[in-house]
């Protein structure tokens, strides 16, 4: 692992940047880090595989439901707008 993070960095020196890739995490237990533990490990050594930067981006279920548009149409529009910018979920 320290070798391919290291041929990362190396590539991104070299390179400038390195593509950014957006990934949706829908989830009901956001809050808590060790529920998604074994999925964010995955998109990282994904990533190093791949050699993109992963941008993980977390929305709750709960905020993509009817109930929340009626209750909080911000909260509802921005979770729906996250969820459609991301390139994976």
């Known amino acids: 692992l320290a070798h391919s993070l290291d041929r990362l960095q190396e590539n991104k020196?070299?390179?400038g940047s390195i593509q950014?890739?957006?990934?949706?995490i829908v989830g009901k237990y956001n809050g808590?880090?060790?529920?998604?533990?074994?999925?964010?490990?995955?998109?990282?050594?994904?990533?190093?595989?791949?050699q993109v930067d992963?941008?993980?981006?977390?929305?709750?279920a709960a905020e993509l439901e009817p109930a929340m548009r009626d209750s909080d149409v911000a909260r509802y529009e921005a979770a729906?707008?996250?969820?459609?910018a991301a390139k994976g979920v």
């Open 32 to 50: 808590l880090s060790d529920s998604y533990l074994s999925v964010t490990k995955a998109l990282t050594h994904s990533a190093i595989h791949l």
């Open 80 to 84: 729906w707008t996250t969820l459609r």
């Open 54 to 60: 992963v941008c993980v981006q977390w929305v709750d």
């Open 13 to 15: 020196d070299v390179q």
């Open 20 to 24: 950014q890739v957006s990934i949706a």
